[in-house]
């Protein structure tokens, strides 16, 4: 069992910038594939970006490529996201996610952080 716990979230005006960390439980917190996910309000789960355990390879939706970094320290047992020149349309509740399997197959998901970012 692995237990994912996201920090960082909070109110922003836009163009402004936040750093969501993710601590995980478990020692083979470098075996996972990670991503962050986020529901902006009355919508359903969106994909935000994805690293793979080593994070050699990343991958980002269109929506935050360049503005949006994801990290790890595996020492550390922590994924990061970057979020900066944030929008008020990336408003969300930010979720990070575990993948075991390394094939997109998220089992694991933390309680979510919300970001607002004000216009």
């Known amino acids: 069992q692995v237990q994912l716990v996201e920090s960082g979230g909070g109110l922003v005006q836009a163009g402004g910038s936040l750093r969501l960390s993710c601590v995980a439980s478990?020692?083979?917190?470098?075996?996972?594939?990670m991503g962050w996910f986020r529901q902006p309000p009355w919508k359903e789960r969106e994909f935000v970006v994805a690293?793979?355990?080593?994070?050699?390879?990343?991958r980002y939706a269109d929506s935050v490529k360049g503005r949006f970094t994801i990290s790890r320290d595996n020492a550390k047992n922590t994924v990061y996201l970057q979020m900066n020149s944030l929008k008020p349309e990336d408003t969300a509740v930010y979720y990070c996610?575990?993948?075991?399997?390394?094939?997109?197959?998220?089992?694991?998901w933390g309680q979510g952080t919300q970001v607002t970012v004000s216009s």
């Open positions: 996610a575990a993948d075991p399997s390394g094939y997109s197959n998220y089992t694991y």
């Open positions: 478990g020692r083979t917190f470098s075996s996972y594939r």
């Open positions: 690293i793979t355990g080593s994070g050699i390879r990343t």
